[in-house]
């Protein structure tokens, strides 16, 4: 399958390792940034400048390191791109986990929208208690 724009565009960001210039240009200013319940510092963001410091600023002090692994992208003809993938996390305390996700991307005019998330929760807490 040729990649869509959409899904050129979302997998652009994820090669990116979600850099300062790409995530500028890719995330539209009404963005919506939805972390599933029970993941660290879960919650509804708005704007990349919120998820940027409320939920990265929050979240990543924990990790040593902490990255999305995209495996899969698949996209529809509505600008939905769906990513499975896992997040390699390292902890200051030692404790490694990798953590499955799927990722649910909504692009509009070249734009990324909104990005839900769903993920193994309950072994990143694991990871984090140290």
Do not use: C
């Not at 599933?36 to 879960?42: K, L, R, V």
């Not at 002090?61 to 992208?73: I, K, L, Q, R, T």
């Not at 200051?92 to 990324?112: M, P, S």
């Amino acid at each position: 399958m040729s990649d869509s724009p959409s899904l050129a565009l979302i997998r652009r960001l994820y090669e990116s390792g979600m850099s300062p210039e790409v995530t500028a240009e890719v995330m539209a200013p009404d963005l919506v940034w939805d972390i599933t319940p029970g993941f660290p510092n879960s919650g509804v963001y708005h704007g990349w400048d919120d998820a940027a410091k409320n939920f990265f600023g929050r979240t990543m002090p924990n990790y040593d390191s902490f990255g999305a692994v995209p495996e899969e992208f698949y996209a529809d003809d509505e600008g939905h791109v769906f990513v499975f993938g896992h997040y390699h996390a390292e902890t200051k305390t030692g404790n490694k986990a990798d953590v499955r996700f799927i990722h649910l991307w909504t692009v509009r005019d070249g734009k990324a929208v909104s990005m839900r998330q769903a993920a193994d929760s309950h072994i990143l807490q694991e990871a984090l208690k140290g």
